[in-house]
């Protein structure tokens, strides 16, 4: 390709009818149809001889993925197996049953790209026509939102490439197409995560895509799932994230109340800390939200999460993050919450930097004890990174 190519819309035609206008008569004749080719009609009918031996393939290959960590070059091997199994994708477009096998390959190769990796762009073009080329399948729409939410967090370039081919649209669309399907309420949720992490482009796409309804939908469809309730609350507060609009959409839509709903229902300190890290992201930056907060009780069910895990030091920093949002004068109840006596400074909390993302490479900092393979089905997804500040720090 040359470098300055960025994308293109493939169009494949098939004659329906064929007419030769007469003249003389004024009328319109049709004429014969030629026939459909055989090459065409095995690859959309996904009759290619090859086409079994490659899912299978992919399928294998997915399971062969190393682990990141300690591995020599892992990075080198990812990015020639994730160019091989975008080139596959792209030769077999219209075959279902190999696109999932090959993004499923390729969400456990995505992480391990190096930034940049041309192969992980081109993997998310792939996605993004996958999800176009079959909508409808629920098991294709899972899969390639599972990829997104592993491989996009804390990766512009990439966030960048899947803006560019529509895939925030494609997820959002998704939702709304299947929403009684657990698996894939999820990992869309963690696709809008890891989509819109300090992306405000994304942001803007997913709300206008009507992402925001989606989310909320999906968390008053299933309150008692916890790992559905942990990539929501990533998606609400990344989305929410110094973007006023968005605050202002989610309140509006409920999303505070629901937000709040995993701090009484829930006990998981992974949703706890998601929960109360969305609630951090709403409440920054806008008095109305921070108003609505405290009216529902959110200050009081921070305090008591952090109560119920009085070990948690992550858990305790992003409630340390919003509470100082929600409450004016915060040094007293900082030192009763981390067991300071009064009078003493509470200067020794560490103090918060949020990045409420969706976690796919392993961190020297507090995930919240979820793993580096979040977007595998089982794992967690939304995860609040946790530094040390100094005091003069903007928050989140």
Known sequence: RDDGFRGAVVLDPVLARVSRYESGANVMVDLEVPPVSEEHRRAVGGESEDVGLVARFCAALGDLVAEPDGVDGGGSRAESACAMCADLMCQHLWDCSLQVSAIRALQGLMPMLADGSPSGGLAVEMLSAAMRKHAASAELAEAACAA?????????????????NGAPEEVVAAMARHPDILQLQVW????????????????????????????????????????????????????????LNNQSAIAAGGGIELALEPLRRHDAPAVLQAAIGAIWCLAKGSPENQQLTTQAGGTELIANAVRRHPGDDTLRSVATGALRVLVP???????????????????????????FETESTPRTVPNGGLSARAARPGAGGGAWAVEAADDDDDLP
């Not at 999906?218 to 929410?240: E, I, K």
């Not at 007293?332 to 909390?349: D, F, I, M, V, Y």
């Open 329 to 355: 004068g915060l040094s007293a109840a900082l030192a009763e919450l981390s067991g300071t006596p009064r009078g003493t400074s509470a200067g020794a909390l560490p103090r918060p930097r949020p990045a």
């Open 188 to 243: 869309a949720c963690g696709a809008v995560a890891g989509l819109c992490a300090n992306h405000a482009s994304n942001q803007a796409t997913v709300a206008a895509a009507r992402g925001v309804p989606a989310i909320l939908s999906a968390m008053r469809a299933f309150p008692g799932d916890a790992l559905l309730q942990t990539m929501a609350c990533g998606a609400l507060g990344n989305l929410a994230a110094n973007n």
């Open 148 to 164: 997104l939410a592993a491989s996009t967090t804390g990766r512009p370039d990439l966030q960048a490439t899947a803006l560019n």
